[in-house]
Each structure stands twice: as structure tokens, then as C-alpha cells.
T-cell receptor, first 113, second 114 residues
Framework: TQLLEQSPQFLSIQEGENLTVYCNSS?????LQWYRQEPGEGPVLLVT?????EVKKLKRLTFQFGDARKDSSLHITAAQPGDTGLYLC?????????????FGAGTQVVVTP | EAGVVQSPRYKIIEKKQPVAFWCNPI?????LYWYRQNLGQGPELLIR????????DSQLPKDRFSAERLKGVDSTLKIQPAELGDSAVYLC????????????FGPGTRLTVL
């Protein structure tokens, strides 16, 4: 059973469209991270959020951490084919030892030209 | 600066055979992780090292899996004997202890057990 539930599992859109993926849990996280993983590669960190209600922007990507620190979303504006990949959220709970991350199953995003 | 290096990239073995994976973390990173990623799933932690010490191996199937990190640098993960269900991608990651806990991942070893 995944501690973090990601939705949707799969998302296919056209270049230029917007998309949002979600990461939800019943647990409270001290920090939450978003990674992108491309085929044959390991995940690459995109952002870390640590404060409830926090919003971070990275070019066309906007990350939001829920007020209760139980959920997060990733919004991509004007998606490009280079945004294609598996988007993973990962959280550290207050009860976990430092360095232990729980990963969600990921959302596979495909952006077609 | 070189990233996390893993070898081999691919390995195909028959069940009941042994297999070993090697990881060289980013220079200076004292924390090293081994994850297993099944198809369609996120990575699951197998073991975490702080320098030479395994500080979290609660998810490591100890009857067949073993790991070591000699001198607190390179690490090896071994499976003996391998089972069909061990087919997965084995990822190594490293990090410094810091706020945000950014982990840097290697490309992984894709294991297929026939």
C-alpha cells in the first residue's frame, strides 16, 4: 500500500495545454518533494516544499503544498514535449528517521507535439 | 562533477543465480541509499547508509539480500539466490545531510530474472 496516492496514473495531452497532477495522503509530512524520471534514468529532484500552504514556481511548473501538509499538486503551464516523464512525489513524515522518503507510484505524463 | 555511477546497467540471470550491483556515490556524500523500483511503481527504500553504518535496513529481505559499504564510499548490493519476483530496477542514490534532503539518483540497474 502506497502511503502517497498520486493521480491520475496516466495523462496524455497536446503541446501547449495545461496539466495538474496530484499527490495525496492521510499522513502529515515534514517535507515533500517532486521528482521527474525519464526512461532508463533515475529520478531527478524538481522541488522541495516544507511549509504548509507554500507555493513554488520553477519556470512553467508551479508546486503547491497543502495547508495541512498532507497533499501537494504540480501544475504545468503550456506543456512541451520535453515535459514528458514520470512525475513522482515523495514525502518525509515527522516520525521517519532523517533521510527516509516515501514515494508515490507516479503519474506518467506524455506531451505530444 | 560526476553523478552517481551504477553498474551494470542491465543484467539478465536465471532464477537461483546470484547477482551483484555496484554503486559509486557523488564525492563527499555521506549518505547512500539503495531502492527497488518495480514496473509502474515508485522507488521503495531497501537500505540506507550513513558513512559505513546501515542505519535503516528494515525493508531489506535479509534472507537473500545483503549490502555493504566499505570505507563509507562505494557500495554493493547482492541477491543470492535470485527469484523471479526480484526483477526490477535497482536504484542507488546519495545525499548530504541538509534541509530538504535532496537525493541524487544513479541511472539504475535493470534486473531480469528468468
Amino acid at each position: 500500500t502506497q502511503l502517497l496516492e498520486q493521480s491520475p496514473q496516466f495523462l496524455s495531452i497536446q503541446e501547449g495545454e495545461n496539466l495538474t497532477v496530484y499527490c495525496n495522503s492521510s499522513s502529515v509530512f515534514s517535507s515533500l518533494q517532486w521528482y521527474r524520471q525519464e526512461p532508463g534514468e533515475g529520478p531527478v529532484l524538481l522541488v522541495t516544499v516544507v511549509t504548509g500552504g507554500e507555493v513554488k514556481k520553477l519556470k512553467r511548473l508551479t508546486f503547491q503544498f497543502g495547508d495541512a501538509r498532507k497533499d501537494s499538486s504540480l501544475h504545468i503551464t503550456a506543456a512541451q514535449p520535453g515535459d514528458t516523464g514520470l512525475y513522482l512525489c515523495a514525502g518525509a513524515t515527522a516520525t521517519d528517521s532523517w533521510g527516509k522518503l516515501q514515494f508515490g507510484a507516479g503519474t506518467q505524463v506524455v506531451v505530444t507535439p | 562533477e560526476a553523478g552517481v555511477v551504477q553498474s551494470p546497467r542491465y543484467k539478465i540471470i536465471e532464477k537461483k543465480q546470484p547477482v551483484a550491483f555496484w554503486c559509486n556515490p557523488i564525492s563527499g556524500h555521506n549518505t547512500l541509499y539503495w531502492y527497488r523500483q518495480n514496473l509502474g511503481q515508485g522507488p521503495e527504500l531497501l537500505i540506507r547508509y550513513e558513512n559505513e553504518e546501515a542505519v535503516d535496513d528494515s525493508q531489506l529481505p535479509k534472507d537473500r539480500f545483503s549490502a555493504e559499504r566499505l570505507k563509507g564510499v562505494d557500495s554493493t548490493l547482492k541477491i543470492q539466490p535470485a527469484e523471479l519476483g526480484d526483477s526490477a530496477v535497482y536504484l542507488c542514490a546519495s545525499s548530504l545531510q541538509q534541509i530538504g534532503n535532496e537525493q541524487f539518483f544513479g541511472p539504475g540497474t535493470r534486473l531480469t530474472v528468468l
